[in-house]
């Protein structure tokens, strides 16, 4: 069995996790990052950064490099490489410091293929021929509906809310009043309150789970995703069913990624067309985006 220490954009659990390392269980170890936003891993780096956090947290840095190199190699099967020696391939990185760990030079298969955070050869392309899987989001937005039935007497009435744990992917059962209105259960932002619905798009069913959300923060608006894992449908959380309902059809409309609107008009989004998971643009484009839909949802309230 193997521990992995993950350090994601969302979810970073790799301090708290340090403490488990012990010089008996070392090699049992190997580092993670799980999901890493482009300008997460523009600005700081994916693995390297798991090792620079871990050694200057206190952790041995030849112990370090082991975690990040030939323990993750052997946690997956992989027994040509992870370690300088014979008959290993020959993926190596040049650092001036193994306790600021920075990889000045960058070989793959024993050929120079990165200086100083550049390429040196072009990205491989796919396959003329081969041609990515789009068009995934089948749903038709006339079928969806966010209301919520309620009794429009149901004073002093409970729901179960999902309440976000900051920095993890877990979360919390949170027992909150809810607003009725024209018995419909609505949100309620003053409080934190937010509708939240998961739409199956795969398969044109148009089933829909409904339910409610706190610790978003949002005041205004709805921001909407198709990345969900595992199953990968599509989320939306917001303030009013009009946003939601727009933030669903636009991400129907780019064929899946991850939308902020409001107002009805789409403020910012990160169109992910293959399998509504994956950009075809550039990572420069594509944190781009990812910037100007963070800022916007930081625009909406959230702390996020």
């Known amino acids: 069995m193997y521990v992995l220490l993950r350090e994601a954009s969302a979810a970073k659990n790799l301090r708290d996790l340090l403490p488990a390392i012990t010089v008996e269980n ?40 082991r975690i990040a190199t030939i323990n993750g190699a052997e946690a ?10 014979p008959g290993r391939r020959a993926d190596l990185i040049i650092t001036p410091s193994i306790e600021n760990f920075q990889a000045v030079q960058v070989f793959s298969g024993g050929r120079l293929v990165a200086r100083e955070n550049h390429p040196l050869t072009g990205w491989a392309q796919a396959n003329a021929d081969e041609k990515p899987v789009r068009n995934t989001i089948h749903l038709k ?12 007497n149901a004073s002093g009435s409970r729901i179960r809310v999902i309440e976000i744990v900051p920095d993890q992917l877990i979360t919390k059962e949170r027992i909150m009043e809810p607003s009725i209105i024209n018995g419909e259960a609505i949100a309620a932002p003053e409080r934190d309150l937010l509708k939240l619905a998961v739409i199956e ?31 990968h449908n599509i989320t939306v959380a917001g303030t009013n069913d009009s946003d939601m309902l727009k933030a669903i059809e636009a991400v129907r409309e780019c ?25 075809d643009q550039s990572v420069e484009t594509v944190c781009k985006q ?15």
């Open 255 to 279: 064929g899946g990624g991850l939308v902020a609107a409001l107002n009805k008009k789409i403020i910012a989004c990160v169109p992910l067309p293959i399998a509504g998971l994956m950009s």
């Open 26 to 65: 070392a090699r049992r170890f190997a580092f993670a990052t799980d999901d890493r936003h482009p300008t997460d891993l523009i600005n700081e780096g994916s693995i390297d950064n798991n090792l620079r956090i871990a050694v200057i947290a206190g952790l041995d840095p030849i112990t370090a490099i």
């Open 76 to 85: 997956i099967g992989l027994k040509d490489r992870g370690a300088i020696a």
């Open 141 to 152: 937005s006339a079928d969806i509906s966010l209301r919520i039935e309620a009794s429009s």
């Open 201 to 231: 798009r795969h398969r044109y069913t148009g089933r829909t789970g409904l339910g409610f959300i706190h610790g978003l923060g949002i005041k205004n608006g709805a921001i909407a995703s198709s990345v969900g894992h595992d199953c």
């Open 290 to 304: 990812m910037e100007e839909l963070l800022d916007s949802v930081e625009k909406l309230g959230s702390v996020y």
